[in-house]
C-alpha cells in the first residue's frame, strides 16, 4: 500500500470519526449551518476571482466540493471502496492530490467542529462569527487550512497537464456508473474541468492565499475592527 493510499484512508477515517461524534452530541446541523455561512463570506470575499470566466468553475468546485455543507458521505465511502485499487489505475500525482483534498476536508470539519462550540444557538452573523473564532485561538491550524488550499490548488493544477488523464475520465465514466461510484467519478471529473482551462495556477490561488492570510491575521489581532464583510 503506498504512502498517499494511507493518507487517503486516514483522513476518511478521521473525518467519518469527527462526523458520528457529532452526530451522536447534536452537533452536525451546526455544523452544516456554519458551512453555509463561510462559503457565502468565501463567496462575496473572493467574488472578483468568481466574476472571472477562466476562474469561476475552480472558486465553484472549491467552494461546493471540497468544503461546503454538502453531504459528502457516499463520495468518501466510494473512495473507501476502492482507494486500495487506485495505485493501479491512477498516476501517482493524483493520488497525492486527492490526498491533500481529504486533508483538507478533515482539517475543515475539525476547525468547523471546534468552532461550533464557541457560538451560541443563535443566528449567525459576523459578530458572533468573529468572536467565536478568536476563541478558539487555533491560528495554526487556520495558517494550515490555508497553506493546504494553496498545495491543493497547485496539484489539481499538475494534474490536468499529466498525459491522458483526460481520455482516462472519459473511458471510465461508464464503468464507474455500473460499479455505483457515480459520486467519486463526479467529484474527480468536476475538478479535472475546473482546473483545466485556468490557465497560469498561480494567478488564480496566490490572490487568495493572499486575502485568506490578511483576513485570518486581522481575526486574531486584540482590538481590531472586524474585517469580515457583510454576509
Not at 474541468?193 to 487568495?208: H, T, Y
Request: hydrophobic share 40%.
Amino acid at each position: 500500500m503506498s504512502e498517499h493510499t494511507k493518507q487517503i484512508i486516514r483522513h476518511l477515517h478521521g473525518v467519518k470519526t469527527m462526523q458520528d461524534i457529532a452526530q451522536k452530541g447534536g452537533w452536525l446541523q451546526r455544523i452544516r449551518r456554519l458551512q453555509a455561512w463561510q462559503c457565502q463570506r468565501l463567496m462575496i470575499s473572493h467574488q472578483t476571482s468568481y466574476a472571472n470566466e477562466k476562474f469561476k468553475p475552480a472558486i465553484t468546485f472549491f467552494v461546493n466540493e471540497l468544503y461546503g455543507p454538502k453531504d459528502f458521505s457516499q463520495r468518501d465511502k466510494d473512495i473507501a471502496r476502492v482507494v486500495n485499487k487506485l495505485s493501479t489505475v491512477v498516476p501517482d500525482k493524483a493520488l497525492q492530490t486527492l490526498a491533500t483534498a481529504l486533508q483538507l476536508y478533515e482539517l475543515s470539519f475539525e476547525l468547523d467542529f471546534e468552532m461550533v462550540k464557541k457560538l451560541s444557538d443563535q443566528d449567525l452573523n459576523r459578530a458572533r462569527y468573529l468572536e467565536a473564532y478568536r476563541a478558539c485561538n487555533n491560528s495554526h491550524g487556520r495558517q494550515q487550512q490555508i497553506y493546504l488550499i494553496e498545495v491543493l490548488g497547485n496539484h489539481l493544477a499538475e494534474v490536468v497537464k499529466i498525459r491522458g488523464i483526460s481520455a482516462l475520465l472519459l473511458l471510465s465514466r461508464k464503468p464507474a456508473k455500473y460499479a455505483g461510484l457515480d459520486a467519486l467519478h463526479t467529484f474527480v471529473s468536476d475538478g479535472f474541468k475546473a482546473f483545466k482551462g485556468i490557465g497560469k495556477v498561480e494567478d488564480f490561488i496566490l490572490p487568495i492565499v493572499y486575502h485568506e492570510q490578511r483576513l485570518m491575521k486581522l481575526m486574531f489581532a486584540p482590538n481590531q475592527p472586524n474585517p469580515l464583510p457583510d454576509v
